[in-house]
């Protein structure tokens, strides 16, 4: 039986990378339609704050899914691959126009990475 806590955090990830897509993907189309989304859809303290919550919440719960039971490499390997795109891109390196592609590749691969997470402890 899963934890309820364990299950908020990683439900709380994935919430979490969808609002990064949202932002990534639907925000410009917006901001091409009104104007006052654009100021927030480049706004770069938005891309930080992202990568400020989604950090330490990514790390809590793969550190508290390891307690339960040991996680493969490869999971350690998508979450840190997935959280440096995600900084890279908040960072805009190697330059702004790779920010979106790496901000989206980042995002799926940290959701991916809970939600196998996520299936993991069902079984």
């Known amino acids: 039986m899963k934890s309820p806590s364990a299950a908020l955090l990683d439900a709380g990830a994935v919430a979490l990378s969808s609002l990064c897509l949202l ?40 550190w508290r899914a390891e307690r339960r039971h040991p996680l493969p490499a490869l999971a350690w390997l998508s979450a840190g691959i997935g959280l440096a795109l995600l900084m890279a891109g908040a960072l805009a390196l190697p330059s702004h126009a790779w920010e979106t592609p790496l901000t989206v590749t980042g995002s799926l691969l940290l959701a991916a990475t809970h939600i196998w997470n996520a299936r993991h402890r069902h079984r």
Do not use: D, Q, R, S
């Open 23 to 62: 932002h990534c993907l639907a925000l410009p189309l917006l901001a091409a339609a009104l104007p006052l989304f654009g100021v927030w859809a480049e706004a770069e303290w938005v891309h930080l704050v992202f990568v400020a919550i989604a950090l330490p919440m990514t790390g809590f719960a793969l």
